[in-house]
Nanobody, 117 residues
Framework: QVQLVESGGGLVQPGGSLRLSCAAS????????MGWYRQAPGKQRELVAT?????????NYADSVKGRFTISRDNAKNTVYLQMNSLKPEDTAVYYC?????????WGQGTQVTVSS
């Protein structure tokens, strides 16, 4: 059974940085893409960033995080990262990682990111 485990969340002041990690346990094959989503209280879950597993590693970012967040992956470790810089209070949310491929769509349990002074 595949499980995705996120880590790296926490409390940070505005302007600070955090790095989220998501590692997959169990056998997982033919991943097509990995991504990060977030859900703030009272709001719907939204896309933050995605990255494909092809050699080019095509990325896609929400407009609200472009230039501040960077998604990357380690294919050998089945791990995806999200480097978050210049954090703002509006980035406060539970962040979820997602892996999808042929016939599956896995989600992590979420990690809380709070940006506050």
């Amino acid at each position: 059974q595949v499980q995705l485990v996120e880590s790296g969340g926490g409390l940070v002041q505005p302007g600070g940085s955090l790095r989220l990690s998501c590692a997959a346990s169990g056998s997982i094959f033919s991943i097509r893409a990995m991504g990060w989503y977030r859900q703030a209280p009272g709001k719907q879950r939204e896309l933050v960033a995605t990255i494909t597993i092809t050699s080019g590693g095509s990325t896609n970012y929400a407009d609200s995080v472009k230039g501040r967040f960077t998604i990357s992956r380690d294919n050998a470790k089945n791990t995806v990262y999200l480097q978050m810089n210049s954090l703002k209070p509006e980035d406060t949310a539970v962040y979820y990682c997602n892996y999808w491929g042929p016939g599956y769509d896995y989600w992590g349990q979420g990690t809380q990111v709070t940006v506050s002074s």
